[in-house]
């Protein structure tokens, strides 16, 4: 994943057509016509041995006859062409190509290699990215490029959309131009085997002619890129998808609750979700997601005011907006007053703010007037039905004016809803070329509203500072780890219900006792030693649900009737279950837990997004009932209690009636426990913790199922969020000799590094951000906390106050590109902590750890009266160049040359 190059490809100033053609109805043809006619203003060179002239522009013959190397080429022509002309157009510099043509993976050359695998390794040792193969083209309408075979062309807009799906990409093309909606950019990925979703996220993120992104995606090959680009560009516009293939079959076949809960599609929404984005499932909604952020303002808070003239749109609006968790704002008094003077003694005197079915343009802009300057108003519907007493079209036009006319803040968002078809196609026409979201229906605008809703939602859960963990626990590593050897040196998939729980205890999870006996006459002694009552159940790596075979009995309260129903489960599954294999009884004293709730915790392996965790309604019909929520680890208490509150469950967690609520923070630390057992023990696949009982006195793991299988990786590897590196942390000692924690900062650091900041100088401060700041924002301390560890890192320098309590020293922080090939650093040093080498000790940190992962350089801005920064990057090695413009300093640093980075091809681009 890189941004290298990718200027060529989206700002071109020079086009070759390879391929190009005069016969009508070829790909050729339609590329270089879209071209021409698109306003491009660079040199437009067709290549074509057949032609002279193409479309009246003089043809050249081959690549190398061009007169000036092009710095984007499109090809379209045949699959066994491409990679010899991606050959010669890197010999001759071009640094970008489109590849239209499909048919490259499956071909293959007279030699036999892949004609697609020699494509990319031609590109590579030229330095050319590609797009595609297998794609409709790109359009970029703000400099007039057209490079696509597309039958209708882009409008400029603010909307960037990209889609793995030419045939979709048409599509939404032609419904766009119909609504005179426009794109940034039209990016078609095709078959995406060198620029994917997560290079064209990164450039979009700061374009600023790019207000929202739209993707339709079908399927991620690079989970973590993926999620690391989609995370930092939804923290800075709105990024929603549309995903293909939302049902499959395989999880009817999983042999854990959890893999039958964590279908494809539900990985794929936690993996959305847990990055900041939208998800949209169909065409009708993907369609008014493209109007909605087209043209309506970013929404601030979450109460939506309805006005309508007609009472049934009205009910149909907010029954849509309930049944989707919306809210209906509340007017107040003053609001009701203040309509009562400009409305009819009829209108409705609440929200849907009927207004009656006469009203004229006047009464809807004395009535939205009012409801814009109405506190509890955070958006506003305008709704009209058709009638032969007013004008629809006047109406519209009330509403336009009356919007462009108010001053007051802040803005608020306006939806509308003219019904009907031939009386509202005017008024539609009209709000299009204002600028207000319009929308056929009252449940299309109620979604449009929606959907910024939960957008704002999902970036409010982004910088949400985290809660501490309850309880800090231990981790016996020593006896996990052996627990997983032993199972793998014996040839087995699956621990066994006791060694399943003496993994759970190693990880601090409070479990039943459990014992296992090979006979019926040997359980009925051990349930005697544990207690009454007892609970047997079957020991067999074959059965994976026990109650299916009956095989769990409850409450026994006597030696005489275990041995009886240990006989009885024996003779039954042999009858049922003839090939399974027995190794004998699990016994366990029953747990006298008054209204207790059972609830599942498991993990699954996702093929594209590895490991998941499901939360939910536990028992023996937790797939029937399927109450369920999913997410990707690592998780904090925060969104631990997030994950809870997605389920229905969690209404009856809370407590009611005569129902105490259980301790929640107790399930929020199994959850963390879990993801940690998920995070350092690669070998595990899947864990069904079901049930596990929640009370208000805490939890029990009562049954648990664990698979493991060879390790393919570490296990953060295989997650698609890097966790919390805690193999980087270490301890250094000042020139004080003052003993100092170096580690990566977390989410749950806002509130010391809030202190921290407190306590510098303004100086300092300004020194740190080149400006003077007061008291900073909880969402920017959020933004300073909660970084992505696969792309960037913070270093916080950590002691203790006289109390004991650990505070926040100093920190050091990296921004690397997408690319790894520069990162930019940035250090600051609490004011009362300078002079003892502590900003020396956190530099030479990041420069080990950027030269650890690759980064070719080291770069920063320092102004240039900071003295000491100066003189400390200097003797680090830094090179300095003065920019007067600025009053700064650029610093660099080489930390690899070519011979020894792994990234040597990257450093041209230094």
């Given at each position: 994943?890189?941004?290298?190059?990718?200027?060529?490809?989206?700002?071109?100033?020079?086009?070759?057509?390879?391929?190009?053609?005069?016969?009508?109805?070829?790909?050729?043809?339609?590329?270089?016509?879209?071209?021409?006619?698109?306003?491009?203003?660079?040199?437009?060179?067709?290549?074509?041995?057949?032609?002279?002239?193409?479309?009246g522009v003089l043809s050249y013959p081959d690549v190398m006859d061009l007169p000036t190397a092009p710095n984007l080429a499109v090809i379209c022509?045949?699959?066994?062409?491409?990679?010899?002309?991606?050959?010669?157009?890197?010999?001759?510099?071009?640094?970008?190509?489109?590849?239209?043509?499909?048919?490259?993976?499956?071909?293959?050359?007279?030699?036999?290699?892949?004609?697609?695998?020699?494509?990319?390794?031609?590109?590579?040792?030229?330095?050319?990215?590609?797009?595609?193969?297998?794609?409709?083209?790109?359009?970029?309408?703000?400099?007039?490029?057209?490079?696509?075979?597309?039958?209708?062309?882009?409008?400029?807009?603010?909307?960037?959309?990209?889609?793995?799906?030419?045939?979709?990409?048409?599509?939404?093309?032609?419904?766009?131009?119909?609504?005179?909606?426009?794109?940034?950019?039209?990016?078609?990925?095709?078959?995406?085997?060198?620029?994917?979703?997560?290079?064209?996220?990164?450039?979009?993120?700061?374009?600023?002619?790019?207000?929202?992104?739209?993707?339709?995606?079908?399927?991620?090959?690079?989970?973590?890129?993926?999620?690391?680009?989609?995370?930092?560009?939804?923290?800075?516009?709105?990024?929603?998808?549309?995903?293909?293939?939302?049902?499959?079959?395989?999880?009817?076949?999983?042999?854990?609750?959890?893999?039958?809960?964590?279908?494809?599609?539900?990985?794929?929404?936690?993996?959305?979700?847990?990055?900041?984005?939208?998800?949209?499932?169909?065409?009708?909604?993907?369609?008014?997601?493209?109007?909605?952020?087209?043209?309506?303002?970013?929404?601030?808070?979450?109460?939506?005011?309805?006005?309508?003239?007609?009472?049934?749109?009205?009910?149909?609006?907010?029954?849509?907006?309930?049944?989707?968790?919306?809210?209906?704002?509340?007017?107040?008094?003053?609001?009701?007053?203040?309509?009562?003077?400009?409305?009819?003694?009829?209108?409705?005197?609440?929200?849907?703010?009927?207004?009656?079915?006469?009203?004229?343009?006047?009464?809807?802009?004395?009535?939205?007037?009012?409801?814009?300057?109405?506190?509890?108003?955070?958006?506003?519907?305008?709704?009209?039905?058709?009638?032969?007493?007013?004008?629809?079209?006047?109406?519209?036009?009330?509403?336009?004016?009356?919007?462009?006319?108010?001053?007051?803040?802040?803005?608020?968002?306006?939806?509308?809803?003219?019904?009907?078809?031939?009386?509202?196609?005017?008024?539609?026409?009209?709000?299009?070329?204002?600028?207000?979201?319009?929308?056929?229906?009252?449940?299309?605008?109620?979604?449009?509203?929606?959907?910024?809703?939960?957008?704002?939602?999902?970036?409010?859960?982004?910088?949400?500072?985290?809660?501490?963990?309850?309880?800090?626990?231990?981790?016996?590593?020593?006896?996990?780890?052996?627990?997983?050897?032993?199972?793998?040196?014996?040839?087995?998939?699956?621990?066994?219900?006791?060694?399943?729980?003496?993994?759970?205890?190693?990880?601090?999870?409070?479990?039943?006792?459990?014992?296992?006996?090979?006979?019926?006459?040997?359980?009925?002694?051990?349930?005697?030693?544990?207690?009454?009552?007892?609970?047997?159940?079957?020991?067999?790596?074959?059965?994976?649900?026990?109650?299916?075979?009956?095989?769990?009995?409850?409450?026994?309260?006597?030696?005489?009737?275990?041995?009886?129903?240990?006989?009885?489960?024996?003779?039954?599954?042999?009858?049922?279950?003839?090939?399974?294999?027995?190794?004998?009884?699990?016994?366990?004293?029953?747990?006298?837990?008054?209204?207790?709730?059972?609830?599942?915790?498991?993990?699954?392996?996702?093929?594209?997004?590895?490991?998941?965790?499901?939360?939910?309604?536990?028992?023996?019909?937790?797939?029937?009932?399927?109450?369920?929520?999913?997410?990707?680890?690592?998780?904090?208490?925060?969104?631990?209690?997030?994950?809870?509150?997605?389920?229905?469950?969690?209404?009856?967690?809370?407590?009611?009636?005569?129902?105490?609520?259980?301790?929640?923070?107790?399930?929020?630390?199994?959850?963390?426990?879990?993801?940690?057992?998920?995070?350092?023990?690669?070998?595990?696949?899947?864990?069904?913790?079901?049930?596990?009982?929640?009370?208000?006195?805490?939890?029990?793991?009562?049954?648990?199922?664990?698979?493991?299988?060879?390790?393919?990786?570490?296990?953060?590897?295989?997650?698609?969020?890097?966790?919390?590196?805690?193999?980087?942390?270490?301890?250094?000692?000042?020139?004080?000799?003052?003993?100092?924690?170096?580690?990566?900062?977390?989410?749950?650091?806002?509130?010391?590094?809030?202190?921290?900041?407190?306590?510098?100088?303004?100086?300092?401060?300004?020194?740190?951000?080149?400006?003077?700041?007061?008291?900073?924002?909880?969402?920017?301390?959020?933004?300073?906390?909660?970084?992505?560890?696969?792309?960037?890192?913070?270093?916080?320098?950590?002691?203790?106050?006289?109390?004991?309590?650990?505070?926040?020293?100093?920190?050091?922080?990296?921004?690397?590109?997408?690319?790894?090939?520069?990162?930019?650093?940035?250090?600051?040093?609490?004011?009362?902590?300078?002079?003892?080498?502590?900003?020396?000790?956190?530099?030479?940190?990041?420069?080990?750890?950027?030269?650890?992962?690759?980064?070719?350089?080291?770069?920063?801005?320092?102004?240039?009266?900071?003295?000491?920064?100066?003189?400390?990057?200097?003797?680090?090695?830094?090179?300095?160049?003065?920019?007067?413009?600025?009053?700064?300093?650029?610093?660099?640093?080489?930390?690899?040359?070519?011979?020894?980075?792994?990234?040597?091809?990257?450093?041209?681009?230094?």
């Open positions: 994943m890189s941004l290298r190059n990718l200027e060529y490809l989206f700002r071109p100033e020079c086009i070759a057509v390879i391929g190009a053609s005069n016969r009508p109805q070829r790909v050729g043809s339609v590329i270089i016509r879209n071209l021409l006619q698109g306003g491009f203003a660079g040199p437009i060179m067709p290549v074509n041995p057949k032609y002279t002239a193409v479309a022509t045949p699959p066994r062409t491409v990679p010899s002309l991606i050959e010669k157009l890197g010999k001759r510099g071009t640094r970008a190509a489109i590849v239209v043509t499909a048919g490259l993976a499956g071909a293959c050359d007279e030699a036999g290699q892949n004609l697609q695998q020699a494509m990319l390794q031609a590109a590579k040792c030229y330095d050319v990215r590609i797009l595609g193969p297998n794609c409709l083209g790109l359009l970029v309408p703000k400099v007039g490029l057209n490079a696509s075979f597309s039958h209708v062309g882009a409008l400029p807009g603010k909307i960037g959309f990209i889609s793995q799906s030419g045939a979709l990409a048409t599509t939404v093309l032609d419904w766009a131009h119909s609504k005179g909606i426009g794109f940034s950019h039209f990016v078609s990925l095709g078959d995406a085997v060198d620029i994917d979703f997560g290079d064209v996220l990164d450039y979009l993120a700061t374009d600023p002619d790019t207000r929202a992104i739209l993707m339709y995606i079908e399927s991620i090959r690079h989970h973590r890129d993926f999620l690391s680009a989609a995370r930092a560009t939804a923290r800075i516009k709105p990024v929603l998808v549309i995903k293909a293939g939302r049902q499959t079959e395989g999880a009817r076949a999983a042999a854990c609750h959890t893999g039958a809960l964590a279908g494809s599609d539900a990985v794929f929404d936690a993996a959305i979700s847990r990055a900041g984005m939208l998800r949209v499932y169909n065409f009708n909604e993907l369609f008014a997601a493209v109007e909605t952020l087209a043209y309506a303002a970013p929404i601030k808070a979450e109460s939506l005011a309805i006005m309508t003239n007609g009472g049934g749109p009205g009910v149909v609006a907010v029954d849509s907006l309930i049944e989707k968790g919306g809210r209906l704002a509340e007017l107040s008094a003053e609001t009701i007053a203040r309509l009562d003077q400009v409305l009819p003694a009829t209108w409705s005197r609440s929200n849907p703010v009927d207004i009656i079915g006469d009203a004229p343009g006047k009464r809807y802009s004395a009535a939205l007037n009012i409801l814009l300057e109405s506190p509890e108003a955070d958006a506003i519907l305008v709704m009209h039905a058709p009638t032969a007493i007013a004008s629809s079209k006047e109406a519209a036009q009330a509403v336009i004016e009356t919007v462009r006319a108010y001053t007051g803040y802040p803005q608020k968002l306006i939806l509308t809803n003219w019904l009907g078809e031939e009386a509202a196609q005017e008024s539609r026409r009209l709000f299009a070329e204002a600028g207000f979201p319009s929308y056929r229906t009252p449940e299309g605008a109620v979604r449009a509203f929606i959907h910024l809703l939960r957008y704002r939602q999902n970036q409010g859960m982004l910088i949400e500072t985290p809660l501490s963990a309850p309880a800090d626990f231990v981790v016996d590593a020593t006896t996990a780890q052996r627990i997983i050897e032993n199972t793998l040196q014996n040839g087995r998939k699956l621990l066994d219900e006791t060694e399943s729980k003496h993994l759970l205890v190693a990880y601090g999870i409070p479990t039943v006792e459990t014992q296992t006996a090979a006979t019926p006459e040997a359980a009925g002694l051990l349930a005697a030693r544990l207690g009454w009552p007892v609970a047997l159940k079957i020991l067999s790596p074959d059965i994976s649900h026990k109650s299916d075979v009956h095989g769990v009995v409850l409450g026994l309260s006597e030696p005489s009737a275990v041995v009886a129903a240990a006989a009885e489960m024996l003779a039954r599954i042999g009858r049922l279950r003839p090939d399974a294999r027995i190794l004998g009884f699990t016994v366990q004293k029953m747990v006298a837990w008054d209204k207790a709730h059972e609830l599942i915790i498991g993990m699954a392996t996702d093929p594209v997004f590895g490991p998941v965790l499901v939360f939910g309604q536990g028992g023996t019909a937790v797939e029937v009932v399927n109450d369920k929520a999913l997410i990707l680890p690592p998780l904090n208490m925060n969104l631990a209690r997030e994950l809870i509150s997605r389920t229905r469950v969690y209404n009856l967690l809370k407590g009611y009636r005569d129902q105490p609520a259980v301790n929640l923070d107790a399930v929020c630390l199994t959850l963390m426990q879990v993801a940690q057992m998920v995070i350092d023990i690669p070998e595990i696949e899947a864990i069904d913790i079901n049930p596990l009982l929640a009370s208000e006195e805490g939890v029990m793991a009562l049954d648990a199922r664990i698979q493991v299988g060879p390790a393919t990786g570490s296990g953060t590897e295989r997650l698609a969020i890097r966790p919390y590196p805690k193999e980087l942390e270490e301890t250094v000692v000042t020139k004080s000799g003052r003993r100092i924690l170096l580690r990566p900062i977390r989410p749950e650091d806002a509130a010391a590094h809030d202190l921290f900041l407190s306590k510098l100088d303004p100086q300092d401060m300004y020194f740190r951000f080149f400006r003077m700041i007061g008291k900073m924002p909880k969402s920017e301390i959020a933004l300073l906390t909660q970084i992505d560890y696969h792309r960037d890192m913070v270093f916080i320098a950590e002691g203790s106050d006289a109390s004991g309590r650990p505070e926040t020293l100093g920190e050091v922080r990296s921004m690397v590109d997408p690319g790894n090939v520069v990162a930019e650093f940035a250090i600051l040093v609490r004011s009362d902590q300078q002079g003892q080498g502590l900003g020396r000790i956190l530099m030479q940190k990041i420069i080990r750890y950027c030269q650890s992962r690759g980064t070719v350089e080291m770069s920063g801005e320092i102004l240039f009266h900071n003295i000491r920064m100066l003189n400390l990057a200097k003797s680090l090695g830094f090179k300095q160049c003065l920019c007067l413009r600025d009053h700064t300093v650029q610093v660099r640093l080489r930390l690899l040359e070519a011979a020894e980075s792994p990234v040597a091809d990257r450093l041209q681009a230094v």
